[in-house]
């Protein structure tokens, strides 16, 4: 059994940056060649693809509300995917979920806010 735990949410002014992680554990061996993304979901709204990684060759994309602002990269010696979110903006707050690509495992999500 494979777990996603998402980490680094919090509350940041406009403009700023905040990098979220997600630790992936339980039978596990590597992240190596695991297809991985985030998504959001902002209050009524559904929930909406960010970025993605794909095992392997690290190719990676991106939805046009943050490609240029946010980076997805990992750390497959710590089993770990990040999002770098920087020039934040108020339309940014959401709850942002990691998931394993093709499958119906996710992250219980934490929780991104973006206000003065």
């Known amino acids: 059994q494979v777990q996603l735990v998402e980490s680094g949410g919090g509350l940041v002014q406009p403009g700023g940056s905040l990098k979220l992680s997600c630790a992936a554990s339980g039978s596990i061996s590597s992240i190596y060649f695991m297809d991985l993304g985030w998504y959001r979901q902002a209050p009524g709204k559904q929930r909406e693809f960010v970025a993605s990684?794909?095992?392997?060759?690290?190719?990676?994309d991106y939805a046009d509300s943050v490609r240029g602002r946010f980076t997805i990269s990992r750390d497959n010696a710590k089993n770990t995917l990040y999002l770098q979110m920087n020039s934040l903006k108020s339309e940014d707050t959401a709850v942002y979920y990691c998931?394993?690509?093709?499958?119906?495992?996710w992250g219980q999500g934490t929780q991104v806010t973006v206000s003065s």
């Open positions: 990684i794909f095992g392997g060759n690290s190719r990676t």
């Open positions: 998931r394993k690509l093709g499958s119906n495992l």
